[in-house]
């Protein structure tokens, strides 16, 4: 599979002038069918919408990629600063807002470094600021963002969603992605991708392949495709799609890859891939340990179930789980979702259930106490928050 | 007119008291915190419904009209 070239390709260079501003822009961004490209995959012209009927809009960019198997975002900072800052200001423009923020993690220096390059580098008809967001899993959901913002903690907010209050929070690549509508058309746009989800995205692949790295792929891309690009190291068992709050299908799973319509999403644009040698009990549970480690602590089924969870799985990936165990996990599982501020307790038990599903064999072994392999495949970071 | 009984998570610390004045509409969990049924109370449980708003030592527990 060769991937189209538009995000990485230095597509969108030149003036802004040559590009579709103004509220027109809008009308453009609904008829271009782009969606967002930080997980939700909410149609983006119709939070400009709503944005631009607020008084006082901001618009901020969320370069913050919390999401450790991730780094397609901090590719896009590093090359291609002045394209999702384009995006930025002509968001701006379209729905009113004087002032654009470009969120990065405090961990990204490289990141913020090539921003305040092309910052100096530009002089734009809105202020454009950079703004450091701490290290953190939930720091980049957009109320938390909303709340670091107002001088508050990194943390999720419950109440109105922050496009309600006028700010307008999309993801870096969404934002690059509206650049080149605004200069080459919803028409072009949609000549990738599929009807429900147009475009070209990018995403990281990792795991057990021979090329790990960001691809830029069309829309609705055949999973085999890319598996076949990225070139597996090994049988593959299984592949996590999205993200740690996404979902494992199968490794011969024939699905395509999108946002919109399908059973497994593409989320934050994570594909990892698992070996037939690895283990996905012990693989979910490190994550969920670190999901559960992760957790604001504002909201007591995320608090405290996911802990149990977590606690339980980690049980299981051991061989020493009590008797029935994977129903305790199933009614845990229903138990926490929907009743968090925000969706990370539900992205952690979607990862619980799909591991129960496509593992079910391994999850019957372990409960029957054979012992599994510990996680090899996954990058997941060492819980830091435990003591906070 | 509907009501229908809304919970702010982050404000819930889990006192318990809402589901022990309407356990037709409010469970607990494992970890003592209000599973709420969503659907609109009948006329026959709004004054349990306010009260246990009412009760809520947080105001995380609230009967919205809509």
Known sequence: MSGPRRLLAGLGEGPLQDALGGPALIDRVIRSGLRGRGGGGFPTGRKLEAVARHRRPVVVANGCEGEPESAKDALLLARRPHLLIDGAVLAAGAVGAREALVCVSAANA???????????????????????????????????????????????????????????????ETLAHVALVA??????????????????????????????????????????????????????????????????????????????????????????????????ICETAAVLDYLAGESARQCGPCTFGLRAIAGRLTQLSHGRAPARTLGQLRRWAADVEGRGACRHPDGAVRLL???????????????????????????????????? | MTARLRIDPIACEAHGLCAELLPERIALDDWG?????????????????KRAAAVCHTLALRLERD
């Open chain 1, 110 to 172: 490289a990141g913020a470094a090539a921003v305040r390059a092309a910052l100096g580098e530009r002089r734009d008809r809105v202020a454009v600021h950079l703004h450091a967001v701490p290290e953190r899993y939930v720091a980049s959901e957009e109320s938390a963002l909303a709340r670091h913002l107002d001088g508050g903690p990194a943390l999720p907010a419950s109440g109105p969603r922050p496009y309600a209050r006028g700010l307008l929070v999309q993801n870096v």
């Open chain 1, 353 to 388: 259930r799909s591991a129960l599903v496509t593992f079910a064999e391994e999850a019957d072994r372990h409960e029957r106490g054979e012992c599994g392999h510990g996680s090899t495949v996954l990058r997941v970071p060492a819980t830091r928050r435990e003591a906070a």
């Open chain 1, 183 to 280: 200069r080459h058309g919803s028409r072009w746009f949609r000549e990738l991708g599929t009807p429900g989800d147009p475009g070209s995205a990018l995403v990281t692949v990792g795991g057990a392949v021979r090329r790990p790295g960001v691809f830029e792929i069309a829309l609705g891309t055949p999973l085999p495709d890319l598996l076949v690009a990225a070139g597996p190291e090994d049988r593959v068992r299984a592949v996590l799609l999205g993200g740690y709050g996404g979902t494992w299908v199968p490794g011969d799973a024939r699905l395509a890859l999108t946002r919109h319509g399908a059973s497994a999403a593409l989320g934050a644009g994570v594909v990892c891939v698992l070996p037939e040698r690895a283990c996905g």
């Open chain 2, 33 to 49: 915190y209000p599973i709420i049924d969503g659907r609109p109370v009948p006329d026959e449980l709004l004054g349990l419904a």
